[in-house]
């Protein structure tokens, strides 16, 4: 999607789902909650929460947990997700993506037409593109 197509509702629609989401967030160990909303291009959004484990490594992000949902369904194509989280769920700050989920991001995202959106709260937001998140990238295209 280009970057004027991003409307408002449509980022706080995404904000709310994730909202809705965090609760679900498992954090024995951090306490620290994260949940996205991911909007594929078939207009479905997949939320996802972080998973923790005993063991730590296991540990899956909220972002990437919404993308294998998505992918593992047959749904690869995206325009934008929204990322909230904060230390036992208050969100506080904005949460940026880790460096493993931002190449998540690479492999499914044309990094010019997917949008990163940090919220603090539906109202307080911020947008970024996928290239201004994780400039110089690498990607499937340099498999080609
Ligand atoms: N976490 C996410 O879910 N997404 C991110 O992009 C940053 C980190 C989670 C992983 C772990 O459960 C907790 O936040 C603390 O690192």
Do not use: W
């Amino acid at each position: 999607m280009q970057r004027e197509e991003l409307t408002k509702e449509i980022c706080q629609n995404l904000i709310k789902e994730a909202i809705q989401t965090l609760p679900y967030s498992y954090t024995p160990y951090s306490h620290f909650k994260v949940a996205a909303a991911l909007l594929a291009k078939s207009g479905t959004v997949y939320t996802g929460c972080n998973i923790e484990n005993a063991s730590y490594t296991p540990t899956n992000c909220a972002e990437r947990t919404a993308f294998f949902k998505a992918v593992s369904e047959g749904d690869s194509h995206f325009d934008a997700i929204a990322i909230v989280g904060g230390k036992e769920g208050k969100v506080e700050e904005f949460c940026p993506p880790c460096g493993v989920c931002r190449q998540v991001m690479a492999e499914f995202c044309n990094p010019k037409e997917f949008f990163i959106i940090l919220a603090r709260s539906p109202e307080e937001f911020q947008i970024y593109s996928l290239e201004e998140i994780l400039p110089f990238g690498f990607s499937p295209e340099h498999l080609k």
